[in-house]
């Protein structure tokens, strides 16, 4: 890879985080292997019982505030700022240490786990502390109603048409730290493989599920291979 790219689209998935603390979901000893997804990441979970599911939304959201960017986030951050073309970071995760890391230009597509959102009025608030179903929606001022700002299994991605439209016009595709297991974020790589413009790469602690589909991989910690791929895209130019 020795070329100027004109338009970068990142995507990341839980494992750049991995070394800030947060916890994976498809690794094994990640977090599916200690609650059931049904229960807890489903609009049908939440139904049937919303204190389970707000107690571990709590639980996560004390680990996230304890958490701190890593190289990775960083390195990423550095990229957007250097690079002259366009650039668009598309995350799974609904951590913010991309933000902290000092990225901008991105869009959370499952949501963010620092935000709330009450299903009576639908506004979206931010919110750092604990949530249950006594808690009065700060708009609407009904309480039952809120639930965190995050996508469940079964329902729609955030920015489907923004993301898509970046894919179709990128010229090279970065997944980093993903499964490859979780669609549609799992098949963006086949999309812009359809265009036939873009280099793909996958940077990943392991191949992922979709490895194949990729031009260019590289295996190792985040914080190591994404500082080191991002420091010669900039030395491309």
Known sequence: MQKRFRSIVVLTGAGISAESGLGTFRD????????????????EGF???????????????????????????????ELER??????????????????RAGSARLLHMHGELLKIRCENCDSVRDWRGDLD???ACPDCGASGGLR?????????????????????????FVSIGTSGQVYPAAGFVAEVRRGGLAHTVELNLDPSD????????????????????????????
Not at 154 to 167: F, K, N, S, T
């Open 82 to 99: 250097r690079f002259d073309g366009q650039f668009l970071l598309v995350t799974q995760n609904v951590d913010d240490l991309h933000e």
């Open 148 to 172: 965190p700002h995050v996508v469940w299994f079964g329902e729609m991605p955030l920015y489907m048409d923004d993301i898509a439209a970046a894919l179709e016009t990128c010229d090279l």
């Open 133 to 135: 179903l006594a808690t």
């Open 28 to 43: 094994k000893d990640g977090l599916w292997t200690k609650y059931d997804l049904q229960e807890v990441a489903t609009p």
């Open 47 to 77: 139904a049937r019982n919303p204190v389970l599911v707000h107690d571990f939304y709590n639980a996560r959201r004390k680990n996230l505030v304890e958490a701190a960017p890593n190289a990775a986030h960083y390195a990423l951050a």
């Open 210 to 237: 979709g490895f194949s589909l990729f031009a260019e991989k590289i295996y190792g910690p985040a914080t190591d291979v994404v500082p080191a791929f991002v420091a010669r895209v900039l030395a491309a130019g």
